[in-house]
């Protein structure tokens, strides 16, 4: 969105800022809503060992078929690491994407800079210039 | 914020320049304690000690170790005693990258108190 020329837009400026400012709070709500639903699943030991994690990255459960049992100790170890890493890298594409997609169509508007405040300063001291 | 009371109605260029000497030195130390941040495991136990997890200080799991009683009650109980185990580590790499931020922050900021746990709420509440 173009900076306005002179400061007689700039109250128009401003409502369009505000309005985009809000459409873009709604977006980045919305997509803190879905991340906080996002549940991330892995499998390890042919599907006997499944393990949960939420979008934190918290593991939020462990599904171990007893025939994994079998499995010696160490290997059963292996197997439920591999589960849980499994659950928390598909929690974080997961999320990655929703950040993602709320980041390129967010839009949110950019800040006035002092190079605004400056221009909009010089023209009201060569305003006054004028006028003295 | 930055440790020195600065009056908003009189912001003066040495106050901006002080904020700007600050920012770099809190910068600067972030970036060396990164390397320590990644070298954090936290490490948690199931309640019989069975069970052992330790995690990244990010919480992911590094590694579940069993031992051979870990198996002996079935396998709810171990879902049970894993799931004790990697929410202890977590909290434990958590508590221990919380305790590196506090110490770079008073070495950043010395005389200047930060209630932690009121910033990470404050932030997670913005959207809300």
């Known amino acids: ?132 | 914020m930055f440790g020195y009371d600065v009056d908003p109605s009189d912001l003066r260029q040495r106050d901006i320049d002080k904020a700007e000497e600050q920012l770099d030195r809190f910068q600067a130390l972030l970036a060396e304690r990164e390397e320590q941040l990644a070298e954090i495991v936290g490490t948690g136990e199931g309640d019989r000690g069975h069970v052992r997890a330790t995690v990244a200080s990010d919480g992911r799991v590094i590694k579940v170790a069993l031992d051979s009683f870990a198996v002996k009650d079935g396998s709810k109980a171990l879902s049970e005693q894993i799931l004790l185990a990697v929410h202890r580590a977590q909290q434990n790499a958590q508590q221990q990258a919380e305790s590196l931020l506090h110490e770079t922050l008073q070495e950043a900021l010395p005389g200047t108190s930060f209630d932690l746990a009121a910033i990470y709420q404050q932030t997670r509440s913005i959207l809300d």
């Open chain 1, 1 to 132: 969105m173009p900076l306005p020329p002179e400061p007689g837009e700039d109250a128009h400026y401003m409502e369009q800022v505000i309005g985009q400012t809000e459409t873009a709070l709604n977006r980045l709500r919305q997509a803190k809503h879905l991340i906080g639903e996002v549940r991330g699943t892995g499998e390890a030991a042919q599907g006997l060992i499944c393990a949960t994690a939420d979008s934190s990255g918290s593991l939020t459960g462990v599904d171990i078929n007893p025939r994994a049992l079998r499995l010696s100790v160490a290997a059963l170890g292996d197997e439920i690491t591999e589960a849980i890493r499994l659950a928390q890298q598909d929690t974080s594409r997961r999320t990655g994407e929703i950040i993602e997609d709320a980041a390129a169509s967010a839009g949110i508007p950019q800040p006035l800079d002092e190079t605004f405040v400056r221009e909009r300063i010089e023209l009201a001291a060569s305003n006054m210039y004028r006028q003295s």
